[in-house]
C-alpha cells in the first residue's frame, strides 16, 4: 500500500516537472529575439564604374579582399539600380540614404538649375570653402542638396560616440557617402592632386590625413611604371583596342609610365595616377592610417569608415570593360582592399566589424569593339542632337534659343517651352521625329508627372524613379543598347566609353556583405544598392528614415534569444 502510495507521488512530481518545464519553454520561445551585438565599426567600400560581371569574370584569380569578401560573404548576385541616371553621384547618395534620386534629389553629377541658368555640380555649396593642407580656395562643396539623410548621420546621431570618416579621389562620393555632418570627409583636386576638406566638415585637414599626405606626396610616384600583374596570357581582355581613349602620354600598350618621359609631375601626372592602380593603392593606405590614428572600431560608438575607389572609373572610361587595363586594376584592387581587411582583422577584430561593398554604376562597351563583334553599336554628339530640336523649333516658333542645355540623356528646355510642348502636341510630334532621326537614338520620353499605371514600360519606370521636377531635364534620349553620348572633334570622335543608360550594363552592379551579423552565402532574390543603409541600420540595432530600401533578410546571421525583460536595441523604420 505505501509503496504504491509512493509512486504515485513520484509520478505526480514528474508530471509537475514536466509541466513547468513545458511552461518555461513556451514563456522563453515567446520572448523577443535580441539582435546580435553591434558591430563596432560599419565599412562601406563604393568601386566606381565596378560591372556585376566583373566578378563572375575574375573571381576565380583573385587572392585578397574581394576573394574573401565573395567567398566568406552574402553575394547577392542579382543586384542593379532600378532607375535611369546612372552616375557616380546619383549612386552614391543612393547607397548612403537609402532611397533613389526622385527622393534624395541627386538626379546627376550636374544638372542645370533653371532659376539661376546655369550648370550646377551636385556638392557645390557657396557657403562652404575649400580646404586643403595650408589654404582654403574659394568655391566650396557640402551635401547641402541631399535632400534624405545618409545612414552614416543617423548612426552618428543614434549611437552616442560613433564617428564618420569617408575618402575618395571626388569630392561627389567622398560627400555623399557622409552626408551633411562628419569627422572626416576627404578627396582629391582633379588637377592638382591636392587633398581637399570642406569647411562643412571642419577648419582644416585631420591630423591623421596632414600627417600621411605631407609622408607619402603624390610626387613619390613619378617614377613608377604601371605593369602587368600577372603573365599576359592569363587576360582575357585586350584583343582589340579600338576606340581606346588612353590619358595624355600613354599608348594603348603595357606598360604606362606614370611620368610618359615628363620631366616634373604635373597637371598631366595627376592624371595619369588617377587612372591607375596606384590611386586606390594609396587610398587604401589612407583608410588604414585613419583607422590607426583616430582608432576607428575602437570607440564607444559604432564608427563608420566610407571608401570609394575611383581608378576603375577611370579606366574603364579610357580603355572600356573588356580591356587589359581594366582586368590587371581589379587584379591589383583584390591585394588592396585585402590589406585593409588586415588592416581591419588587427585593429579591430575579425567579425568585429561588418562590411558593404557595391559599384555606382556599370559601363557601356567601347563602341567600336562593339561593332567588331557584330553589335550595332556608335556614338551620338549631344550637339547634333541641339541642332536638330532647334531647328525643327524654329519653323513655328523662330529662331531665338530653346534649348538651354544638353547634359548626357537630358534636355533642358528655355523658360516656357514644356508647358508650350505639352499645350500643342504638334510641337512635341516636331522634336519627336527630329530626334529620332539622329542615328542611334531609340526613344524619346517627356518627363512630366510620374504615372502611377502598373502597366508602364520598364524605361518609364525608372525614370520615375529619378524624376525630382526642379533638377531633372525636360526630355530624356534612350539610345539605342550599345550606343553612347560622345563628342565628335575635328580630328574624329572621342574615343573611350561611358555610362548613364538605363541598360543591364550600367544598372547592374554587385552587391555583397561581409561580417558581423552577416550568413554567408550566395543569394539570387533582386536587391538593390539602396537596400545597403537598411540593412545595415538593421545590424546596428538602429532607427532610420523611410527608405526605399529592403533589409536583406536573407544574408542575415540568425538572432540569438534575448533573456527577459531586456529591452529591444532599436527597429527599422
Known sequence: ????????????????????????????????????????????????????????????????????????????????????????????????????????????????????????????????RRVGLDRAAASGDSAVRLKAPSFAGQLRAAVPGSRVVTMSLKARSAIMLAGPRADAVLWQDEATGEWLTSSAYGAEIPSFARQFIRANPLAADFSKQWDLAAPPASYNGGRSVLGEAPPPGWTTSFPHALSAGERSPGSAFVRRWRASPFADAYLGRLAAAAVDEMKLGSGRGVDFLGISFSATDYVGHAFGPDSREIEDDLLVLDQTIGALLEKLDRAVGAGQYVVALTGDHGVAPVPEQAQQQGRDAGRVDPRSIVARVEYALARRLGRERHVAQALGSNLYFETGLASRLDADPNLWRDVQQAVLAEPGVERLLRRAIPSSSARADALTRALELDLFPDRSGDVWISLKANWIFSARTLLGWAGGTTHGAARDYDQRVPVILFGSGIKPGRYTRSATPADIAPTLASICGIPVARTDGRILAEALAPKQSQPAGRPQVGSVQ
Not at 520561445?29 to 569574370?57: F, G
Request: glycine share 6%; net charge positive.
Open 1 to 128: 500500500m505505501m509503496r504504491g502510495s509512493v509512486r504515485k507521488i513520484r509520478g505526480n512530481a514528474i508530471a509537475l516537472l514536466v509541466s513547468v518545464f513545458l511552461a518555461l519553454s513556451a514563456l522563453l520561445a515567446q520572448q523577443p529575439s535580441a539582435p546580435p551585438p553591434r558591430p563596432k565599426l560599419v565599412v562601406v567600400i563604393v568601386v566606381d564604374q565596378m560591372r556585376a560581371d566583373y566578378v563572375d569574370r575574375l573571381r576565380d584569380r583573385w587572392r585578397g579582399g574581394l576573394r574573401r569578401l565573395v567567398d566568406q560573404g552574402a553575394w547577392l548576385r542579382n543586384a542593379a539600380y532600378p532607375y535611369a541616371a546612372t552616375e557616380t553621384c546619383p549612386a552614391h547618395a543612393t547607397i548612403s540614404t537609402g532611397v533613389f534620386p526622385a527622393t534624395h534629389g541627386i538626379v546627376d553629377n550636374v544638372w542645370w538649375d533653371r532659376q539661376i541658368s546655369a550648370r550646377v555640380p551636385c556638392t557645390e555649396d557657396s557657403t562652404a
